[in-house]
Every structure is written in structure tokens, then in C-alpha cells.
């Protein structure tokens, strides 16, 4: 059956028209920024209690974390830590001591600000964060980096000691979905972090100096 | 005559799929002690994650659980993901146990041992592994425009899946064994204006023998 030229013409055009939207689409969503939202849920560590009434004080900086990138390789991206941070890390103290109190304020440069709720205060804050993606790296998945910042100081405001945790999460990844696997290796990320933290953070010598001392002072009172 | 000459070549192509698709595969054993599962004892499967490039991928576990949860015997297997949840932090990446010995002090661990009971897991098998490729070669080239497309050429390449099971026996504390696999393809596509893949998957074999492996391993029949 021959098709009318009119009809084969319309087609040709349409087919034309097609593939140009189709092109110009692919290289626009090509150039389009990468806005991610860290979202989904990490578990509840299973860990001995430390037995110390702690504050807690989430700056800002790390409560509203966003991390902003651009390069020729990897295009522009911002990755907002939105509600993750703060969430998990009040799921992980909780797990870690039997009293948290979360600290509104602390400032610890103000000399001898005393705080008699609390044995000790803790504060995180993000050090660095960062990402690959398989075209930087040449490796088969997406990965991703924070270092955080743990800094204990006693009731005075005197620092106890300052750690730095780093967790690493990685992510196969799948075609066109970027932003997901950079989501799924930050998640992993925080989780890992997490994980060091949970488990070693009682056993830092400075920490167990301090305990002592904490503990001598309860049995003398 | 024309209708079963055609019929003939499209079998002869079947044939030649089947034939050339197919992957070889090895399975070893190494048995320390005797195993067995009661009704109601179940296993986990864990890949074991070293942050590098050739780490077991999620997906084999997965293909080797669906294996074990099917068939004539089925195993219980519990899924890797809500056991890591479950025990976090004491499986994550970087903590996880390595030796049987290290599995001992992690049972004192408060809760842990407990939790292991409740869940009735037996067996821990660690797997590790990755399918990499091994060699390729030829050309094919496509192109595609608002007129159509196509595909002239023909490219192989092999693929070698190496992994390995150890077995934890929970009940007893020590490690019962090891069971290896080890899968080599070729695959093929042939680009005659439509690109006809010929594919082998060493992968899928590995995963297959494994599992069938480690359920005669678990249940000793």
C-alpha cells in the first residue's frame, strides 16, 4: 500500500520535529541543576548507655547543612541536609547516654558559663562533606564523604577532647537517576558515621579520663 | 517450503543463542564442622563491603536469597538489609565482625545475643565476590536519526564471577565452612541493523550454583 505524499510529507515532519524536541529536551535535562533533599529513615543504634546526663547543641550550620558544588565535570548541585542530621543524631545520643537535653544556646567561648542541668555538652558540626560521581571518579557507583566534628565540653564550658569521625557510603546508582544514588551513598554516609560513633565514642581515652573523674566525684559527694 | 525454511533458521538461531550464552561454572567446599536447620531456623546472607570497586553488589545476595527461599526445600532467609537495620551498628561496613572470635565478643555486646535468639538466625553466610570482565574485543558502531537507525558490527566480551560463602554457625560460635563458585562467559552482539545480544551470565550462573551449594551445605542432604 503506497501512502499518499501529502501524508508521508506530515509524517516526515513530525518525525523531524520528534527528534529535535527529543535532542534539545535530552540537552537542556543535561543542564539542569541537581537539587537534593537528604531523605529516608536510618536505624536506632543497639548500645550500652553511657550512664551521664549529656546536652546537646546543634549549631545551625549543621542543623540547616547544604552543600553547594559546580564544576565542569559534574554540573551545579545542592544538596540540602533538610531535617536528616539533626534527627539522626538525636536517635543516636539518645541510644548512646540515659539523659540527653538538647541545648538551645551554648556558647562555649563564654568563660565559665555553667550549666548544672548537664554533665558535659556535646556539640557536632560538619567539617566536610563531598561526593563523586562515576564520571570523576571512574569507578562503577556514586560515593560520598562527611566528616564530622565531635567536640565535649564539661558543665564549665572547658573542652574535654574534639573528634573527628569520617563515614563513607556508596551507591551503584542507576541510569538517569543521579541525584538518588548521591541521596542513597549520603544516607549511607551519615549511617556510617554513625555507626563509628556509637561504638567508639566511649572508648576515646580522653573521654574515658573524664568519665573517671566524673565518676570519683559522684562516689565522694 | 519458504514458511519452514524460515521456521528452520529461526530454531537454528534459538540453538545458537542457548549454546553460545551459556557460562561454566566451578563449585569447591570446605566443611569444618556438621550443620543442620530445624523448622523455624533461618540464615542471613551478608556481602561483605570493603568500600572498593569489586565488592559484592546487592544484587547477588538478592539473586541468592530468592534462590534459597525457592525450589523444593526452601530456607528461611532472613532479608540483609532489615538485619543490618536490626543490629545496627554491630554489621555496618566498617565494624562488622570479621573472624568467629570477633563474632564471640560481639555477643556479649548488651542485647545482641538476645536479639539473635528472638529472630531464630542460625547461620551467617558472608559473601564476597564481584564479576569483572576479563577480556573484550571487536567494533560496533550505531547511529540514529530522524530517519532511523541502526547498527553494523559485532563485539564480544568475557565475564569471570568469583565468589566465595564462609558459614557462621551462631549456635555453635565457629565458622562450618566455605563454599566457592566460580562462573566464566562470553557474551556476543552482533549489530546487523538491529543489535542481536547473545548474552552469557556467569553472574546469574555463580549465584545459581552457590546457593544450590550452600542449601545441600546447610542441610546436609
Known sequence: MKLRPDIKDNAKTASKRLFSFLFFFTLLSACAPSDIVIEGSLPVPMVKKIPVRIGVHYPDAFANFVHTETSKEIGAWQIDFGEQNVDFFRALFGSMFTEVVILEKWDSDIAGVSNEDTQGVLVPQIKKYGFLTPFVSGLGFYSASIEYDLTLFDARGATIFNWTVVGYGKSEGKAFAKEEAVEQATLLAIRDAGARIAIEFDKQKAFKSWFRSLEKAENGS | ?221
Open chain 2, 1 to 221: 517450503m519458504a514458511h519452514k525454511l524460515k521456521a528452520y533458521r529461526l530454531g537454528l538461531l534459538v540453538i545458537v543463542f542457548i549454546v553460545a550464552g551459556c557460562a561454566s561454572s566451578r563449585v569447591e567446599e570446605f566443611r569444618a564442622t556438621e550443620t543442620g536447620m530445624v523448622s523455624g531456623e533461618g540464615l542471613v546472607l551478608l556481602g561483605r563491603a570493603s568500600f572498593s570497586d569489586n565488592e559484592t553488589k546487592e544484587s547477588f545476595t538478592d539473586c541468592m536469597a530468592d534462590s534459597l527461599e525457592g525450589g523444593d526445600r526452601p530456607l528461611r532467609v532472613v532479608p540483609q538489609n532489615t538485619f543490618r537495620d536490626n543490629f545496627y551498628p554491630w554489621f555496618e561496613p566498617r565494624v562488622e565482625p570479621t573472624s568467629a572470635e570477633e563474632l564471640k565478643k560481639l555477643f556479649m555486646e548488651p542485647g545482641v545475643k538476645d536479639l539473635i535468639s528472638s529472630s531464630n538466625i542460625r547461620y551467617i553466610a558472608w559473601i564476597e565476590g564481584d564479576t569483572v570482565r576479563v577480556d573484550d574485543g571487536g567494533t560496533m558502531s550505531c547511529t540514529i536519526g530522524p530517519w532511523g537507525g541502526g547498527c553494523l558490527g559485532f563485539s564480544y566480551w568475557e565475564e569471570d564471577a568469583s565468589y566465595k560463602a564462609t558459614i557462621w554457625d551462631l549456635e555453635k560460635m565457629i565458622s562450618a565452612g566455605q563454599i566457592s563458585s566460580d562462573s566464566r562467559g562470553t557474551s556476543y552482539i552482533a549489530g546487523v541493523i538491529l543489535p542481536i545480544p547473545i548474552l552469557a551470565r556467569p553472574g546469574n550462573a555463580a549465584c545459581n550454583a552457590l546457593a544450590d551449594q550452600l542449601r545441600e551445605f546447610l542441610t546436609g542432604s
